[in-house]
């Protein structure tokens, strides 16, 4: 979960803070007598999730000012990381979280549909509008970043 979380965020505190509301989520729900089915699946879920909303927390900054992503493949660019987060911020929850189930947590589409119960075609289109949207995303960023410098 913390390294879901630090991949997410880019942050050790941030993932963190991310951990300590995981467990006080959990807690609400093991008061409330729910039990968790899959829990790997539910933990690394709440990770991504509760990861996201704390990028979206901080949306109001033009670019969210993160350390390193712990993920290679997003770029050695720090700029295009933050981008990322700030477009990982504008995103609707279920795109958000099979985008950084599939990048960050190297889930196959397979694994992500059976996880969040939805089939492997609407996976795969979610993700393929995901990427596109982001892209779109981090070329407004970059592009209003280089404008005002």
């Known amino acids: 979960m913390f390294r879901t979380a630090y991949r997410i965020t880019g942050n050790a505190a941030d993932a963190e803070d991310v951990l300590q509301t995981i467990f006080l989520r959990m ?54 990381r933050n981008c990322l987060r700030w477009a990982l911020a ?4 279920q795109p958000a979280e099979i985008f950084a189930l599939r990048y960050f947590e190297d889930c196959s589409n397979k694994e992500i549909a059976r ?13 393929h509008r995901t990427r596109r949207q982001l892209q779109k995303e981090i070329r407004s960023c970059l592009g209003d970043h280089y404008e005002s410098a």
Do not use: F
């Open 90 to 93: 504008r995103l609707t929850p």
């Open 115 to 127: 996880a969040l119960n939805m089939s492997q075609v609407l996976v795969a289109v979610t993700l």
């Open 27 to 80: 807690l609400r729900r093991d008061s409330l007598g729910t039990d968790v089915e899959k829990p790997e699946s539910y933990l690394r879920r709440a990770a991504v999730n509760a990861s996201v909303d704390l990028l979206r927390a901080r949306q109001t900054e033009q670019h969210v000012p993160l350390s390193e992503v712990a993920d290679g493949r997003v770029g050695e660019s720090s700029e295009l």
